[in-house]
């Protein structure tokens, strides 16, 4: 085969695996969207023969040969078709690593340990679920060595969800927050607290998608590529950079749910849509790692969804999908109101300032449960112990505690902490966008234009044309947790009156 | 290989079918449901590669060989591996004959046609669709010489939907309707009309919503595997016999229109949802023809639907949907309400009597497009003039003339005879029944099940295992349009005292 050929060859697998990557999205969407209750029997048959298509495509022998040969002369290549080529070298690598059975067996330990989790968490039964999960981490701590045999496992791990990354690093980093947050948090919980119960009066679900559809609006989410949708759990499908959907939650009680679901959402769909169009039907399209899609939705969630620039510039509006819940609130209460610190069990409900001790405490658990320095048994009284000790809370029971997030059920040690140097990532790029034009000055005019543009710019535009790292230096400079903390200090002290 | 190795590739080629099948569907719904506006070229990539995956997997020299080597010595196996072997022999073929380019070009045409029909009909602008609708005749009459190039072309298309119909045949059916049905439509036409003005009050979509779902349930349809959407134009989707979606349209100034959207549809999912469970995963599950599966939708629709058993078994709970609108209005005002006889414009609307003339407006337009005789661009005149002259309208615009269905677009050319096939399949199924026991009877108390079960076990449970034509015959017969036409005059010269 001639070069070209070879050239072609590949953009035809690329195509292929994103025609598969649209079929199971769709099935998915399908299932957590309108599928009717007991049809998970049928569609499962469907991903399963998709799945196993796609494992077959990724390990057949023309496959990795075309590969191999590239990914050889990859220097002669063009900077998009040896990035191509690199990922793909590193996708059929990770995919034939693991022997075969091993993987069928942990595919099927998974898929088992999702319904024991879902039901133990039910049931408050940490027991029926602590073998299990003991297996889990047992078969991680292999794995971790298939993936690369000279980290130490955890790092191994870590690397899969956000390449580039040691506990080295991230011990320094929690370090940093911890030092900074703790007696910060200690401080506020002796401060008056703000009163933000007109969030929970009764807030109709028919304006709370009218007020979602107005904050997509002002997100510039053009409507004609991003779709919204209504799930238990919101989360954000991207097909292409030009088909992305995001889902969110109406809680009739709290307004705030929907609203920072979509913005959260709505961060991680800017960067979809920004992606540039020539890295489509590649496996460089779709957002470079954990880390920096978390940056993006946090950017929107919080850095500006959470100031007090945005909630003015809004606010009259929100008032007017609101009148009788917020006529007498003004923008300076509800400001304070979607800002109250308040230490809490559940990571996916807490505020901005806690949210990262709520990482550090799994980081910390699933550290230990790799290297093999804790059990599973051991857990809950870990998680109690760390709860109390960063959070200044008391765990009642495993349902609130440790049992409270499906990751390690489906598998995932050393996902959590991507979800903690995102918002660092995130509060950094603020700080360099500062040197470089009124950020906030726009935001208080309802305009996100700047922000976006320079967000698509430094970040989205790359997919994965660049490495994480790349995109973090590129966007943020040499990372440093201090802006994160200074940015949260800054901002929680004000508030408080510290 | 052994039989029984063969037997289980067999059984691995068919659930692949079905997982592509499932994969398509799913983009499908979701293309027409909830999808972004500007989505379908990313999409219409996915759909043609993974119709082009589809296309090479049954054209692949195993694959071939394999039905080859079964069919071969197809007298040797089980019924129903028998009957897997010789669809599969049929798609096969059917398939080797199209180039995959063409497919993979025809694909990604019809997936455009789609989007510029839309435009087209929402702006009247026929202009803009002629040369995409002249590119699909063309795509289609080169494809019935694939499909067997000894058949006319159209014959060779209408055995795609119908096997076994032909022209001649059509010719003959169609003569009978219309020497019947135009005069006992123009003698109507001299008679005082029916009132159904309260049909068209105001019905709050709500409350169409709760009554739809009673449908559903008087239909015996379980919730659990078959769902109900909204979309413009209401249609029935199949992933498997316990994964069913029916989809509907509410009009808020038309209460019968989702009624009978829902029973029409309900009566396509009920088809599905009958078949055997030992045929779900091969090519012997899905109705049989689309003649057959209409035959069903328009059992409940029409003859149930339209009946004054099922009106006079459900109005009291109609009434209860519908006090405001309803509560004046007696069990008989309803039932001749939606059984007015009123010549119209469009086929989707009309009523039970008229139905089959709108299709032989679109029987004589298509035989005549295939057969070179008519362009795309003298549709719209001839269009004007058949209906004219069937049923004595005149076409005011495109919009509401030859841009109202949405077949042609999708590239189905020999479809429409389907539609009258089915009624006039139902009508004389509806005969035999009554010979067996006292259809009505059990309506008028609301109970479908004699019904539903005399259907399942002479159509709906065969899905392809049987042939079209014996399905037919199990159910109806010798296939004879008189029954059907003597149901019709029956009906409506009771109705309209002639």
């Given amino acids: 085969m001639e070069q070209n050929e070879k050239l072609r060859a590949l953009e035809t697998l690329q195509k292929k695996l994103y025609a598969y990557n649209c079929a199971s999205n769709s099935l998915y969407l399908d299932a957590v969207t309108v599928a009717p209750k007991n049809t998970a029997e049928g569609r499962g048959v469907a991903l399963s023969i998709l799945a196993g298509e796609l494992q077959k495509l990724m ?7 075309l590969v191999e040969e590239l990914y050889a002369r990859r220097e002669t290549l063009d900077t998009l078709h040896r990035r191509e080529v690199e990922e793909l070298h590193r996708s059929c690598r990770q995919l034939t690593r693991i022997p075969a059975e091993e993987y069928m067996a942990y595919s099927e ?27 889990l981490v047992e078969y991680n701590r292999k794995f971790a060595g298939y993936y690369d045999a000279e980290k130490a496992p955890y790092d191994a791990l870590l690397n899969e969800y956000e390449r580039g990354v040691d506990t080295q690093q991230l011990d320094v980093f929690f370090d940093t927050l911890r030092k900074g947050l703790v007696p910060l948090i200690r401080a506020i919980g002796e401060k008056p607290q703000i009163d933000d119960s007109f969030l929970h009066l009764e807030y109709p679900v028919e304006q709370q998608k009218a007020f979602a559809d107005y904050l997509m609006e002002v997100m510039g989410l053009d409507r004609g590529h991003c779709g919204l949708g209504e799930t238990e759990h919101p989360f954000t499908l991207e097909f292409n950079n030009k088909d992305v959907r995001i889902t969110t939650n109406y809680d009739l009680h709290n307004v705030a749910s ?45 850095l500006i969804g959470r100031s007090r620039a945005f909630i003015g510039a809004i606010y009259p509006k929100v008032q007017e999908f609101f009148p009788a819940q917020l006529g007498n609130v003004t923008a300076e209460q509800f400001y304070r109101a979607v800002n109250k610190v308040e230490p809490s069990l559940i990571r996916t409900e807490s505020d901005e300032l806690t949210y990262c001790l709520h990482v550090m405490v799994r980081y910390e658990i699933e550290k230990q449960l790799i290297a093999g320095t804790l059990t599973a048994k051991e ?3 870990a998680w109690a112990e760390l709860y109390k000790e960063y959070l200044g809370v008391e765990v009642p029971n495993d349902r609130e505690g440790c049992l409270q997030d499906r990751h390690w059920s489906g598998g995932s040690f050393g996902y959590f902490p991507s979800y903690a140097l995102g918002n660092a990532y995130g509060a ?35 997919g994965h044309l660049l490495e994480p ?20 200090t800054k901002k929680y002290a004000e508030l408080y009156n510290l």
């Fill in 59 to 65: 390990t057949a022998p023309e496959t990795l040969a």
């Fill in 109 to 135: 330990l998974t898929n088992r340990a999702s319904d024991v989790w879902h039901k133990a968490k039910e049931e408050n039964d940490f027991a029926s679920f602590c073998p299990i999960l003991q297996e």
């Fill in 258 to 302: 929907s609203m920072y679901s979509v913005l959260h959402e709505g961060g991680h769909a800017l960067y979809e849509l920004g992606i540039r169009d020539d890295l489509q039907y590649t496996c460089l399209t779709g957002g470079v790692s954990m880390g920096v899609h978390e940056s993006q939705s946090r950017f929107y969630e919080n």
């Fill in 379 to 381: 857990v809950p009284a």
């Fill in 428 to 462: 950094q790029m603020l700080h360099n966008m500062e040197q470089e034009f009124d950020v906030y000055g726009g935001v208080a005019h309802g305009d996100l234009s700047a922000v976006t543009g320079w967000l698509r710019e430094k970040v989205h535009q790359y």
């Fill in 469 to 488: 790292a790349e995109v973090v230096r590129n966007a943020c400079g040499t990372f440093d947790a201090h802006y994160y903390l200074d940015y949260l």
